[in-house]
């Protein structure tokens, strides 16, 4: 099954610790996103990634950092220097500028 | 910046009653435009899609828009909701030739009563 798989599902970490979320796509597709979805906000875009080995900062992407060494590949650090990290995260690939967005089912990361 | 404004946080209606979930946006260039539901423990998904031609697109479930370019709007509708359309809805513009950054609106919750 072609698709984009989010690990883990629910993930809870103690104040002050990095956190690696892990996106995988077997889509073949060039672009890949993150964007944080809160409660009455929408989806807020984090970082994106055109292509392998380039990423670009979203909207709101103080506090986090990410990487694109392979194509399917996008992994997002939420840093300890994330002020409000607790937050449902959703990766995204697409083929191409301005293409329709294939999301994954999304991390849960709890902080406390 | 881009922004995307939808009017409404929540919306109730009864099996077959009508809907129209109101989506605007801020961009007066070229857009690209969708919307997305989410059902509930379920992925994000694209409903439709407009990018070009025919102002009136429909999409999955019976599902239409119509792009008002003079408005800025694109607005969603569907003539007969079920229960199976409870979800959140959610307007996404991508602004500009070649962007690859999607602008999303804040939602709207519809609850559909049996």
């Known amino acids: 099954d072609g698709g984009i798989t989010q690990s883990p599902k629910y993930l809870f970490r103690k104040e002050g610790q990095n956190v690696t979320l892990s996106c995988e796509q077997n889509?073949?597709?060039?672009?890949m996103y993150w964007y944080r979805q809160d409660p009455g906000q929408g989806l807020r875009l984090i970082y994106y990634?055109?292509?392998?080995?380039?990423?670009q900062k979203g909207d709101i992407a103080e506090g986090y950092s990410v990487s694109r060494e392979k194509k399917e590949s996008f992994p997002l650090t939420v840093t300890s220097a994330q002020k409000n990290p607790t937050a449902f995260y959703l990766c995204?690939?697409?083929?191409?500028?301005?293409?329709?967005?294939?999301f994954g089912p999304g991390t849960r990361l709890t902080v406390t | 910046a881009q922004s995307v404004s939808q009017h409404n946080h929540h919306v109730i209606l009864s099996e077959a009653a009508s809907l129209e979930l109101g989506c605007n946006y801020s961009?007066?260039?070229?857009?690209?435009l969708f919307w997305y539901v989410q059902y509930p423990g379920q992925h994000l998904q694209l409903l439709l899609k407009?990018?070009?031609?025919?102002?009136l697109v429909k999409g999955i479930k019976g599902f239409e828009a119509e792009f008002i370019k003079s408005k800025f709007s694109f607005n969603l509708r569907k003539p007969s909701v079920q229960w199976s359309d409870t979800a959140e809805y959610f307007c996404?513009?991508?602004?500009?030739?070649?962007?690859?950054?999607?602008?999303f609106g804040k939602g709207t919750k519809l609850s559909v009563i049996p």
């Open positions: 995204a690939s697409s083929p191409c500028a301005g293409c329709e967005q294939y």
């Open positions: 889509l073949n597709h060039d672009a």
């Open positions: 990634s055109q292509i392998v080995n380039d990423f």
């Open positions: 961009y007066g260039g070229t857009v690209n």
């Open positions: 407009y990018f070009s031609g025919d102002p």
């Open positions: 996404a513009v991508e602004s500009g030739a070649g962007s690859y950054q999607l602008t």
